[in-house]
């Protein structure tokens, strides 16, 4: 499913990754509608991103007998960059 997502998209794996985490905030935001929630809206992007590694590192398994650490690891960064730069920044306008 995923290459079918790249190649229709010509978007790079990392690409991707950073636009699905800042997709899964921005719907958040829509629906939830408050900065309030930030905390909550984290914590559904990194579920979604660990979900997805998961599977990645199954696949990953099953492919070659062990893991790619490395990969998920990058992968994770790349999905929780941003949506971590948006709580930590949240956080510190809220002590100010």
Same mark, same amino acid.
Do not use: Q
């Given at each position: @499913?995923?290459? #079918?997502? &790249?190649?229709?998209? %010509?978007?790079? *794996?990392? !690409? /991707?990754?950073?636009?699905?985490? +800042?997709?899964? @905030?921005?719907? #958040?935001? &829509?629906?939830?509608? %408050?900065?309030? *929630?930030? !905390? /909550?809206?984290?914590?559904?992007? +990194?579920?979604?991103a660990?979900?997805?590694?998961?599977?990645?590192?199954?696949?990953?398994?099953?492919?070659?007998?062990?893991?790619?650490?490395?990969?998920?690891?990058?992968?994770?960064?790349?999905t929780?960059?941003w949506?971590t730069?948006?709580?930590?920044?949240?956080?510190?306008?809220?002590?100010?």
């Amino acid at each position: @499913m995923k290459r #079918g997502i &790249v190649d229709t998209t %010509s978007l790079s *794996r990392d !690409a /991707l990754h950073i636009h699905i985490g +800042l997709l899964i @905030m921005v719907l #958040g935001f &829509v629906f939830l509608g %408050s900065f309030r *929630r930030l !905390a /909550l809206l984290w914590s559904a992007v +990194l579920a979604a991103a660990v979900v997805n590694e998961l599977f990645d590192l199954h696949a990953w398994y099953g492919w070659t007998g062990g893991f790619n650490w490395a990969d998920s690891i990058h992968d994770l960064i790349n999905t929780m960059l941003w949506p971590t730069a948006f709580l930590i920044t949240a956080r510190i306008r809220k002590w100010r």
